[in-house]
């Protein structure tokens, strides 16, 4: 069985996740929105059966809930998914990696639907 997208590639002393994550395939960004009230567009890092790394312009304190809208390539519909923040780390660039990790597991299907 083919899997969409590449997973990524990390010293395997430095992993702890429960789930394997990919680089995005179609899709590369997603609408994040904040308590319902702000919303902003953010680039999805990787994305996993348990959460997605963001990069954004800002930093958001762990513990924060948001939920993630990312859009199927392969349906075109979106899907609306709750996340906590568990790490936020300053890149080189200005710009910050957001770790998130999603309320439930999605499942195999959902994740390859999102990916391809």
């Given amino acids: 069985m083919s899997t969409a ?4 590639s ?3 002393a430095l992993e702890r996740r429960a ?4 680089a995005p395939g179609g899709t590369s960004n997603c609408l994040l929105l904040l308590a319902g009230l702000e919303a902003r567009w953010v680039l999805i ?3 996993s059966r ?3 790394g963001l990069t954004m312009s800002s930093e958001l304190p762990t513990g924060t809930v948001v939920e993630v809208r990312l859009k199927s390539p392969r349906t075109g519909a979106d899907v609306d998914l709750i996340a906590a923040v ?3 780390h300053p890149n080189d660039d200005g710009t ?3 770790g998130c990790a999603f309320r439930q597991l999605l ?3 959902t994740l390859q639907s999102l990916l391809s």
């Avoid at 997208?5 to 990524?8: A, E, F, K």
């Avoid at 789930?19 to 990919?22: P, S």
């Fill in 45 to 47: 890092r990787d994305l």
């Fill in 96 to 98: 910050w990696h957001i």
């Fill in 50 to 52: 348990g959460g997605v």
């Fill in 86 to 88: 568990i790490h936020a």
């Fill in 107 to 109: 499942t195999e299907e």
């Fill in 19 to 22: 789930t394997v994550r990919f």
């Fill in 5 to 8: 997208g590449s997973p990524r």
């Fill in 10 to 12: 990390e010293a395997p």
